[in-house]
């Protein structure tokens, strides 16, 4: 048997739309990188928040391009925009997910 790289375990949302909250994290990393995968009609997106869980500005749920694959390094972007280092100190990811499954994410230099 092979498993996909993280791929032991996942997040997941049906039909209904299901949002995952993490808790406050630094990292000085470039871009946020998903492993996920969507199924027919399922999509997965992202907002960067303050430690107080209020959107950045550009980096909102609604800025945020829909990502509707099945990939292990995905980074995800905002409106064309994939770098959020400039977004200083601690923040929190508000993950959006509808017929997918997120296996992990990560802050990264690519």
């Not at 470039?30 to 997965?44: F, R, T």
């Not at 509707?68 to 990811?93: E, K």
């Amino acid at each position: 048997a092979t498993l996909r790289a993280d791929g032991f375990v996942s997040l997941d949302a049906g039909l209904r739309e299901g949002v995952i909250n993490t808790k406050p994290f630094f990292s000085p990393g470039e871009k946020l990188i998903v492993n996920a995968k969507c199924g027919p009609g399922g999509y997965l997106k992202a907002e960067i928040q303050d430690t107080g869980e209020h959107s950045w500005p550009g980096f909102g749920t609604d800025d945020c391009d829909i990502f509707t694959g099945d990939d292990v390094n995905h980074i995800l972007s905002w409106n064309g925009n994939s770098h959020i280092n400039m977004i200083p100190g601690y923040v929190r990811v508000s993950f959006t997910l509808k017929n997918a499954e997120l296996y992990s994410f990560r802050v990264a230099d690519v």
